[in-house]
């Protein structure tokens, strides 16, 4: 991503103003949201060992993307101010004057009571429920928290942990110990992938008055040792979740090698503290996540094809 030059005016000509559905999209973060809807989607099928309900999953998966378009719209009315200030979300729609408060408050409260509607009658009132606090929690801890504390970065991470929760719960109507891994692993990958971006862009946030940990940590040397310490815990991680019989051995290899290369990574990133070593580390959390999440379904997949196999034979005994 490249700084945006500073706007000559705060008001762009008609000419200019994208579309309004293009202001939806951006005011809901749409591409964000659906990598959190992957994730939901991700902890609905790991939690449905005997067959996955495709309708509810739908229901779930609507559902969620507007709940998290939700989250992101009313984030971006609480910080319109300090986004002005920032290169990087001046040409955001609140602070490029294209869209007004009123009109981003009404939509980002229609999304969630949209969403959460979907997910109560789609899913169940529980995944609802934690659906309504992942909001809640985005928009009046971890929002505020950010130009007060860098302690937000925990408390946004812990937010990112809830959506495959949302999934699980949707799905089985409780949570097990493999949710509780899937989150954690959700939660740990956040830390090591938003502090490389927060150290590219620490000039920025600093602009903007948010307490970033690489704003106010100059030599980027704490930031990176908590982006080495977080890295080398999805190590870990990734073989609990086969511990517990959520995942198999395969997943557990395919873990520890995607693990391992972010926590190279992140020691590059130690060892250089520069933007460079910090884009690579960026970077590699971006396709850490997909991979991860392919291995997890394709592993349960096999899990799945195996205990079948194994019952029939049994069967046929």
């Given at each position: 991503?490249?700084?945006?030059?500073?706007?000559?005016?705060?008001?762009?000509?008609?000419?200019?103003?994208?579309?309004?559905?293009?202001?939806?999209?951006?005011?809901?973060?749409?591409?964000?949201?659906?990598?959190?809807?992957?994730?939901?989607?991700?902890?609905?099928?790991?939690?449905?060992?005997?067959?996955?309900?495709?309708?509810?999953?739908?229901?779930?998966?609507?559902?969620?993307?507007?709940?998290?378009?939700?989250?992101?719209a009313l984030?971006?009315?609480?910080?319109?101010?300090?986004?002005?200030?920032?290169?990087?979300?001046?040409?955001?729609?609140?602070?490029?004057?294209?869209?007004?408060?009123?009109?981003?408050?009404?939509?980002?409260?229609l999304l969630?009571?949209?969403?959460?509607?979907?997910?109560?009658?789609?899913?169940?009132?529980?995944?609802?429920?934690?659906?309504?606090?992942?909001?809640?929690?985005?928009?009046?801890?971890?929002?505020?928290?950010?130009?007060?504390?860098?302690?937000?970065?925990?408390?946004?991470?812990?937010?990112?942990?809830?959506?495959?929760?949302?999934?699980?719960?949707?799905?089985?109507?409780?949570?097990?110990?493999?949710?509780?891994?899937?989150?954690?692993?959700?939660?740990?990958?956040?830390?090591?992938?938003?502090?490389?971006?927060?150290?590219?862009?620490?000039?920025?946030?600093?602009?903007?008055?948010?307490?970033?940990?690489?704003?106010?940590?100059?030599?980027?040397?704490?930031?990176?040792?908590?982006?080495?310490?977080?890295?080398?815990?999805?190590?870990?991680?990734?073989?609990?979740?086969?511990?517990?019989?959520?995942?198999?051995?395969?997943?557990?290899?395919?873990?520890?090698?995607?693990?391992?290369c972010m926590?190279?990574?992140?020691?590059?990133?130690?060892?250089?503290?520069?933007?460079?070593?910090?884009?690579?580390?960026?970077?590699?959390?971006?396709?850490?996540?997909?991979?991860?999440?392919?291995?997890?379904?394709?592993?349960?997949?096999?899990?799945?094809?195996?205990?079948?196999?194994?019952?029939?034979?049994?069967?046929?005994?």
């Open positions: 991503m490249k700084s945006m030059p500073h706007a000559i005016e705060d008001v762009p000509t008609e000419q200019s103003k994208p579309s309004l559905a293009n202001l939806y999209a951006e005011l809901s973060k749409i591409r964000l949201s659906l990598l959190v809807v992957v994730t939901t989607g991700a902890g609905f099928i790991l939690a449905s060992p005997l067959g996955i309900d495709w309708i509810t999953l739908l229901w779930t998966l609507l559902g969620t993307t507007a709940c998290a378009g939700s989250a992101a984030n971006q009315l609480a910080e319109r101010t300090r986004d002005k200030k920032m290169h990087r979300t001046q040409s955001r729609p609140l602070p490029a004057g294209h869209i007004s408060r009123v009109h981003a408050f009404v939509f980002g409260i969630a009571y949209i969403g959460v509607a979907i997910l109560s009658f789609g899913a169940n009132i529980e995944s609802a429920g934690i659906a309504l606090l992942t909001i809640l929690i985005y928009i009046l801890v971890y929002t505020p928290l950010k130009p007060l504390t860098t302690f937000n970065t925990f408390v946004g991470a812990l937010v990112g942990g809830l959506p495959p929760i949302i999934g699980w719960v949707a799905a089985s109507g409780g949570i097990s110990i493999g949710g509780w891994i899937l989150a954690g692993i959700l939660f740990i990958w956040q830390i090591p992938h938003f502090l490389a971006l927060a150290w590219m862009y620490r000039e920025d946030y600093e602009r903007g008055g948010f307490k970033m940990l690489p704003a106010i940590d100059k030599t980027g040397e704490l930031t990176a040792r908590v982006s080495v310490m977080t890295s080398l815990c999805l190590v870990p991680l990734a073989l609990f979740l086969t511990v517990v019989g959520t995942t198999g051995v395969l997943f557990a290899i395919i873990g520890t090698i995607l693990g391992g926590t190279m990574k992140s020691i590059t990133f130690w060892r250089k503290r520069d933007d460079a070593s910090a884009r690579r580390l960026f970077f590699a959390s971006i396709i850490y996540l997909p991979l991860i999440i392919v291995a997890m379904l394709a592993d349960r997949e096999t899990i799945q094809w195996i205990e079948m196999g194994t019952s029939i034979g049994t069967g046929n005994g």
